[in-house]
């Protein structure tokens, strides 16, 4: 298969891995990507070939200089020295002890091959950590240390990967020439990716004086940042391209905040894409390695030394020693840091925490089908066997344990391959929980309704005759939105009342226009033919009222349906319009008398003394009349205005209602109805929209 349409097909599956990942929230996306991967495999017999160099440059140098951006925060930066500990001295650790007891483990596979599998398997994922960190609760300094340590121990844990498959390739290991040389990739790549980092950073601000400031320029020169840097430290200096790159991006991101207010927008474009290129890179890894294991696992059941079912001890084998190391590093970093006694439970769900992720299916990946001599990669097979089943058993350790240790709080587990708006919402929420018992605090969609019907109220102030239309096409469309997001606040029987209450008053308002379509044809005000095509037109909307599907799930269906209803009876009408001169009049006569007749109808319904308007759904009445009033205004002549007028009417009342909706914002903070977090979501969500609305008029100044 051609590399392109082979990089189509993996986007593609990363994308329905997330649907699936969608409704299957309790199986993590990887887990779903690798079963793809394994299917695309086993039918289409797709091979991707992998070449070391190119894999590690286009996997490991974006997602770790992503992982340098990101750290430290100002807790993890209190903590710099346990976690710069950590992600060393527990990866050396992991490699040289976990390492020989696998070599003790699988006699078949040398010291130098078990060190590098033990090397590969020490990165954790850091996405999953904090995640299920969080979600357990652990304490403040243990959080902290684990979320700091996984966001850089890939770095030392693929140098040691290096030299392992270096020795291993070679067939020679000097532990002094290996100490100096660690030193020197260390120290030079440490330098490079500072140096470098600087070089860059002066040269775009050099660039932005000269008034080269454009987003997108910006944007794309930070995306190849990291394949610069890794090249050339690789390359030119002979130095640790991980270390060069996890620097740049630490520095990078102790230079942002020179950069927010003088380029606002370059931090949410480059923001934004950074977590589509890490969402693609994630997902791509292990489909591929979905589409290795067949490959892999027909070598070791032909192989004659061992069948399927050791391996998958040895890989069950692998994690519990992996396990184990980490949960005794964690409780002697307790009893050392406390003078308390460490708690067991802690460094349980700590260890379990340890969820292996991209890094490692990257960096096995990468194993050389060759050593110098030109034989084949000792056990390639079984290694790259026994480092995807760690990786599966540690994300299905971690999904069985987490409904154990914390039964009321079901969030799904997150992992660096389910990078989106809400992982980082998820990580980033770090509100006082004093302050939350003491508050009653809104969910998002909540928050969303409460400013939606402040910009609501203040079109309804700024409603004048001649802008009318405008007005109500506007609140139209936030009642929509409203409704959408209320139908997610409400539990079943709640949403069940609501549509209940919506389909009485549809069936009343239907009946109004109805009876306005019959006075009209009684008194000879509109044709035979277009009183035919209007009252068809009330009954099938009435059949889909009298049938609704209570399943959420049909609502698409029920809309492109309607969609597909509505073009049908416009492309008529125009037919019909096209015959008959005067019916323009008649189809707007149609449209207001219909929708006056349905106002009354309501209005005279909800008077009744036998109805309580109190226990019908007051959103459900307020959608419907102004559903009826936008109908009104669109067939009135006398108010009609040109295109440019109606832009210009509608621009001054969005500005209006983003004013309303900012306002609203800030009053919520006050009040300790929502945290700064979901203020900052708030708010951005505001400054997208005004965006658009300046793209907008820009586009009709054009």
Do not use: C
Not at 134 to 145: A, F, Q, S
Not at 154 to 161: E, K, N, P, R, V
Not at 259 to 271: A, G, I, M, Q, T
């Amino acid at each position: 298969m051609l590399i392109v349409e082979a990089v189509i097909l993996l986007v593609v599956l990363v994308l329905i891995s997330n649907v699936i990942s969608h409704y299957l929230t309790f199986i993590p996306v990887s887990l779903i990507q690798i079963a793809l991967g394994l299917v695309i495999a086993l039918f289409w017999e797709m091979k991707i070939p992998l070449d070391t160099d190119w894999f590690l440059l286009l996997f490991i140098a974006p997602l770790l200089f992503n992982d340098g951006r990101r750290f430290p925060k100002r807790e993890l930066w209190q903590l710099r020295g346990p976690i710069f500990a950590n992600s060393i001295l527990l990866v050396f650790l992991t490699t040289i002890v976990g390492g020989y007891l696998i070599y003790l483990m699988i006699p078949r596979l040398s010291l130098t091959v078990s060190f590098a599998l033990a090397a590969i398997l020490s990165p954790t994922d850091p996405v999953a950590v904090q995640s299920i960190s969080k979600r357990v609760k652990l304490p403040d300094r243990i959080l902290h240390l684990v979320s700091g340590e996984s966001l850089i121990n890939d770095a030392s844990g693929l140098i040691a990967f290096k030299y392992a498959v270096a020795a291993t390739v070679t067939g020679v290991f000097s532990f002094t020439h290996a100490v100096g040389d660690f030193l020197y990739i260390s120290v030079v790549g440490l330098l490079a990716g500072f140096v470098l980092m600087w070089l860059i950073e002066f040269i775009r601000d050099f660039l932005r004086r000269q008034g080269i400031n454009d987003v997108v320029f910006n944007t794309v020169l930070q995306i190849m940042t990291p394949f610069v840097i890794y090249v050339i430290a690789e390359e030119a200096f002979h130095a640790s391209g991980v270390i060069a790159v996890v620097t740049a991006g630490a520095v990078s991101h102790a230079q942002e905040s020179r950069l927010v207010e003088d380029l606002p927008e370059l931090k949410l474009v480059s923001e934004k894409t950074w977590d589509i290129i890490v969402y693609l890179l994630n997902g791509i890894v292990f489909l591929i390695l979905g589409d290795e294991l067949p490959i892999a696992t027909s070598k070791i059941i032909h192989d004659v030394h061992f069948n399927t079912f050791q391996a998958v001890a040895y890989s069950f084998g692998a994690w519990v020693i992996l396990l184990l190391i980490r949960i005794v590093w964690i409780y002697l970093y307790q009893g050392i840091s406390k003078p308390r006694r460490p708690s067991f439970r802690v460094a349980l769900l700590a260890g379990l925490s340890g969820v292996r992720g991209a890094v490692t299916m990257a960096g096995v990946l990468s194993l050389p089908l060759l050593t110098a001599s030109g034989q084949a990669f000792p056990q390639r097979s079984l290694v790259l066997f026994v480092a995807a089943g760690v990786i599966i058993i540690s994300l299905v350790a971690a999904v069985v344990t987490l409904p154990l240790v914390a039964p009321d709080n079901p969030v799904p587990l997150l992992t660096r391959a389910s990078f989106s708006d809400e992982t980082d919402e998820a990580l980033d929420d770090d509100t006082d929980d004093e302050q939350q018992d003491q508050r009653h605090l809104m969910s998002e969609a909540e928050a969303r309704i409460y400013i939606m019907r402040l910009a609501i109220n203040a079109i309804e102030e700024h409603r004048r005759i001649e802008n009318q239309r405008a007005a109500y096409d506007l609140i139209l469309d936030y009642q929509f939105i409203i409704r959408r997001l209320e139908l997610t606040t409400r539990d079943d029987a709640e949403r069940q009342q609501v549509m209940n209450d919506e389909i009485v008053l549809r069936h009343i308002g239907l009946k109004g226009e109805q009876s306005a379509l019959d006075r009209l044809y009684a008194h000879q005000q509109i044709s035979s033919q277009a009183y035919q095509s209007a009252s068809r037109a009330v009954s099938r909307t009435l059949q889909r009222v009298n049938h609704p599907n209570n399943h959420l799930n049909f609502v698409l269906v029920r809309s492109w349906s309607a969609t597909f209803h509505r073009t049908i009876h416009w492309i008529k009408t125009a037919i019909h319009r096209s015959q008959d001169k005067f019916s323009d009049n008649e189809w707007e006569l149609i449209d207001r008398e219909s929708a006056k007749s349905a106002i009354k109808a309501l209005s005279k319904y909800l008077a009744n003394d036998e109805v309580d308007p109190q226990s019908l759904d007051k959103q459900a009445i307020y959608h419907l009349v102004v559903f009826y009033r936008n109908r009104i205004e669109r067939a009135r002549k006398d108010q009609r205005v040109s295109r440019a007028v109606y832009a210009k009417q509608l621009n001054q009342l969005r500005v209006i209602a983003i004013g309303a909706e900012r306002t609203g914002v800030q009053s919520l903070l006050e009040s300790g109805n929502i945290t700064w977090q979901m203020s900052g979501r708030l708010r951005q969500y505001i400054n997208y929209s005004e965006n658009v609305l300046m793209m907008a008029a820009s586009d009709e100044v054009d």
